[in-house]
């Protein structure tokens, strides 16, 4: 069975740019979820999909990024124009069961964003 | 603020010697996970202690759980090379979403 897979592993990018992070979660995971990492800080949650539907995005920067999840399969978080402190490592997570407050997630190996 | 905090930011042991990090929270919980990432790598589930178990083993690891002074500790016994890894508690502080400290990065020393 494929894990959690990401892409890209890592984009260089200039300020002003826009970034698309792909995340494919685990077959037949309702759970998806977009964490980040800044700077070797803790590991902050950004958003959280049921399905199709955004559950949770309080954890979101700004405006500037834009999450989808089309069909409830893969999502999608783009973040347009990138800023030098969006710079970090962006993870995605998927979980099985919803409302299940004991459930592990598996996580991906993460996008590293640099926004120079 | 972040709910989960590890302590130390940094541990660095030799192979064979046992460590141990310590997690402390905020508010009342359900449940408290530790993961594990290596370098390059995502984060792996190593295991979860619910708020009515004050200790769990798996293999060489060792979580307790103290719900009155809210903190968490892992130990791993008989540390590897392969151990060398950051290391994060969870707490399900908000539902359905884990939140995360800023981990302990452990070095184990040949």
């Known amino acids: 069975e494929a894990g959690v897979t990401q892409f890209p592993s890592h984009s260089v990018i200039e300020k002003g740019q826009t970034v698309t992070l792909r995340c494919d979660p685990i077959?037949?995971?309702?759970?998806l979820y977009w964490y980040r990492r800044v700077m070797g800080k803790e590991i902050k949650f950004l958003l959280h999909?049921?399905?199709?539907?955004?559950?949770?995005e309080s954890g979101m920067p700004n405006n500037r990024f834009l999450a989808e999840r089309t069909g409830g399969t893969y999502s999608t978080l783009k973040v347009q124009p990138a800023e030098l402190e969006d710079s970090g490592v962006y993870f995605c997570?998927?979980?099985?069961?919803?409302?299940?407050?004991?459930?592990?997630?598996?996580f991906g190996s993460g996008t590293q964003l640099s926004v120079l | 603020s972040q709910q989960g905090e590890e302590d130390p930011q940094a541990l660095s042991i030799q192979e064979g010697e046992n460590a141990t990090m310590n997690c402390s929270y905020k508010?009342?919980?359900?449940?408290l996970q530790w993961y594990r990432q290596n370098s390059g790598r995502g984060l792996v589930h190593l295991i979860l202690?619910?708020?009515?178990?004050r200790e769990k083993h798996s293999g060489r690891l060792r979580v307790t759980l103290d719900t009155s002074k809210k903190s968490s500790s892992l130990l791993i016994t008989a540390s590897r090379a392969a151990d060398t890894a950051s290391y994060f508690c969870?707490?399900?502080?908000?539902?359905?979403?884990?939140?995360f400290g800023q981990g302990t990065r452990l070095t184990i020393n040949p």
């Open positions: 508010t009342s919980i359900n449940n």
């Open positions: 997570a998927s979980s099985q069961l919803t409302g299940a407050s004991n459930e592990k997630l598996f």
């Open positions: 969870a707490t399900d502080a908000r539902a359905q979403k884990l939140v």
């Open positions: 999909f049921v399905k199709e539907s955004k559950q949770d």
């Open positions: 077959s037949g995971h309702d759970n």
């Open positions: 202690i619910r708020s009515n178990e």
